[in-house]
């Protein structure tokens, strides 16, 4: 059975975890990374890509109602 979507929080948590395997001790980023994720992770990004892709849609719009002043 398919899990809720993640959260905005946990979309991003998730993707901070994922930048992060790919920085090195010294915090610069590596220059090639192997990453090993669990399927629960691949599912979670293909759906956060199909839902971009739809935002993507009104991204002119949500930018203009985010920067748009009180």
Do not use: K, W, Y
């Not at 610069?28 to 669990?38: N, R, S």
């Amino acid at each position: 059975m398919r899990r809720e979507p993640l959260s905005m929080l946990a979309q991003s948590e998730l993707i901070d975890a994922l930048v992060g395997r790919c920085v090195m001790h010294g915090g610069e980023a590596a220059g090639e990374t192997l990453l090993m994720i669990d399927h629960d992770d691949v599912d979670d990004l293909v759906h956060l890509a199909n839902r971009l892709r739809r935002l993507a849609l009104f991204e002119d719009h949500i930018r203009a109602m985010v920067m748009a002043p009180p």
